[in-house]
DNA sequence: AAGCCGGGGTT
DNA sequence: AACCCAGGCTT
């Protein structure tokens, strides 16, 4: 779940391992499908880094998952709280998982405002969970404190009244409740712009696919044209990549569709969709992949994407 | 140590 | 609009 909420993934978890129903079965499988099923859920290196660990877990571990911290750390995507959580909750080893829900518990009880997404908290605040941890139920302690956080000690509107911690809470005595915890970086939101073509060669659309270090990886999109503002379309036919992406090429506006804005948690997207029917192709149109309008439920897409093709069809 | 990576629900 | 979510990886 890794940053997202149970709720959200829940449906999500039930197909998945309808699909993928052990770990051979996953590690067989094209990384497409893989990002197919994760599709809409975002942080989608967390599906990549789990089919690579599928994969380690049968070329590695004999197919069955390990069983020490130190093997499972170091699967990829599982850091120290997924370590410990699974280490806990499935081999009731000793280790304090320390997620979001706990570091919001330990800054209040202790009064600590030591920020909490700094390398100093995540080192004082896992301290202070692996001390209080019960070693001989680590699983039903972690999971206990977690339940604690989400269901009492919330984020905005905790419920001290029937708190049974509350005369433990150094944060109460001291009325700092709403001070903590203490956050250090504000993640600044950067504005994109984004100039897509839906472009249809008879039954066909073309796609590409994002493999550079950037949103959305591995995903695929239709073709992209990004500019540094926004741009309407009598501007965007001069630049050099459009001129590139149609040159020699027959090509009629079918629809231009509304602006999207797509607010991811640290970009903006303001994009277009523009529906343009051709006849023929030209050098840079091939290499794209080209595929039938009918085949593209089996290409994994942004929500971005998504919402577009939802809005057409109608 | 700081920045990047999504999408959606709450406040 | 700001915050947060059963965080991890890269730079």
Aim: net charge neutral; proline share 4%; with cysteine.
């Amino acid at each position: 779940m890794q940053q997202t909420r149970v709720n959200q993934g829940f449906e999500y978890y039930v197909r998945f391992i309808e699909r993928f129903p052990n770990v051979k079965s996953l590690a067989e499988a094209d990384e497409q499908e893989v990002l197919k099923y994760w599709q809409g859920l975002g942080y989608y290196s967390r599906a990549r880094n789990l089919h690579k660990a599928a994969k380690k877990i049968v070329s590695d571990f004999n197919a069955q998952f390990p069983k020490t911290y130190k093997e499972i750390i170091s699967l990829p995507g599982i850091g120290e709280y997924t370590a410990a959580a699974i280490s806990s909750f499935a081999y009731n080893l000793p280790y304090a998982a320390v997620d979001g829900n706990i570091y919001r518990v330990l800054s209040r009880i202790s009064a600590n405002d030591t920020p909490i997404d700094t390398t100093a908290g995540k080192k004082v605040f896992t301290e202070i969970a692996q001390n209080l941890l019960d070693k001989l139920q680590p699983g039903l302690h972690n999971q206990a404190i977690m339940e604690f956080g989400a269901i009492y000690c919330t984020p905005a509107n905790p419920d001290c009244q029937n708190c049974p911690l509350l005369d433990f809470c150094e944060a109460k005595k001291l009325n700092l409740v709403q001070q903590l915890p203490v956050k250090q970086s504000k993640t600044k939101v950067t504005n994109r712009y984004f100039n897509y073509f839906f472009i249809q060669n008879g039954k066909s659309t073309y796609l590409q696919k994002r493999t550079k270090k950037d949103i959305w990886r591995n995903l695929y999109e239709f073709p992209l044209i990004e500019t540094d503002g926004e741009m309407d379309f009598s501007s965007l036919v001069q630049t050099p990549e459009f001129k590139t992406l149609f040159e020699n090429t027959d090509y009629q506006i079918n629809k231009i569709s509304k602006p999207f804005k797509h607010m991811l948690s640290h970009q903006i997207i303001y994009a277009i969709f523009y529906d343009i029917n051709i006849l023929g192709e030209n050098m840079r149109l091939q290499s794209f992949e080209k595929t039938e309008l009918s085949n593209l439920y089996l290409y994994p897409i942004s929500r971005l994407t998504e919402l577009f093709l939802e809005s057409i069809e109608k």
